[in-house]
């Protein structure tokens, strides 16, 4: 059974760097037939797209959000990595990551998420 | 880059049929997927491509999609079905954009 677990931080200051980890179990996050996603929704509002991997180590970027994001993985730990810079109060949301199978382009499988409030 | 419209809510009596649309230019062009999700929980994907139904999804949960406009349709709506659905495409013409509806707050009466 695939699981996906998001962790860090859940209350990160102005002006820093969000970081946020979620850890594959069941299923090899270098397979081919999936890209990794992080989705973002703040209190009360819809779903963001973020930013996914290819295991090709290609990344795609939500255009809004390009100049402050990184998604990332480690292979060895079976891990995908969010980084978030310049944080302000408007990042504040649950951040989840999710998988997409290559073959169909939608989100079969998510993470439980992970709240971050950006706060002084 | 590439934008789908919902209404903000839709409200319908138990035992009737809900209809949700996802407005985008030339959607019928794209696949479009539909999520649910209820409070505190992720969403979860209740039609894919349009009009197929994953595993465990009852059939009262339908898809259409044409022109303009994709359709989520639930039938004999029931008061589980209380959620939020979001409509989602890939564009595949802003190099691999994943784009959200703004979502649907759907109220049994």
């Known amino acids: 059974q695939v699981q996906l677990q998001e962790s860090g931080p859940g209350l990160v200051k102005p002006s820093e760097t969000l970081s946020l980890t979620c850890t594959v179990s069941?299923?090899?996050?270098?397979?081919?037939?999936?890209?990794w996603v992080w989705i973002r929704q703040p209190p009360g509002m819809g779903l963001e797209w973020i930013g996914s991997?290819?295991?090709?180590?290609?990344?795609y970027y939500n255009p809004s959000l390009m100049s402050r994001v990184t998604v990332s993985v480690e292979t060895s730990k079976n891990q995908l990595s969010l980084k978030l810079t310049s944080v302000t109060a408007a990042d504040t949301a649950v951040y989840y990551c999710?998988?997409?199978?290559?073959?169909?382009?939608?989100?079969?499988?998510w993470g439980q998420g992970a709240l971050v409030t950006v706060s002084s | 880059s590439y934008i789908l419209t919902q209404p903000p809510s839709v409200s319908v009596a138990p035992g009737q049929t809900a209809r949700i649309s996802c407005g985008g230019n030339?959607?019928?062009?794209?696949?479009v997927h539909w999520y649910q999700q209820k409070p505190g929980q992720a969403p979860v994907v209740v039609v894919y491509d349009d009009s197929d139904r994953p595993s465990g999804i009852p059939e009262r949960f339908s898809g259409s999609n044409s022109g303009n406009t994709a359709t989520l349709t639930i039938s004999r709506v029931e008061a589980g079905d209380e959620a939020d659905y979001y409509c989602?495409?890939?564009?595949?013409?802003?190099?691999?954009?994943?784009?959200f509806g703004g979502g649907t707050k759907l109220t049994v009466l």
């Open positions: 999710a998988r997409v199978l290559l073959d169909v382009l939608y989100f079969d499988l």
């Open positions: 030339n959607v019928e062009s794209k696949s």
């Open positions: 989602q495409v890939w564009d595949s013409t802003s190099d691999h954009q994943w784009v």
């Open positions: 991997f290819y295991f090709s180590g290609r990344a």
């Open positions: 069941g299923a090899s996050i270098s397979s081919g037939a999936y890209y």
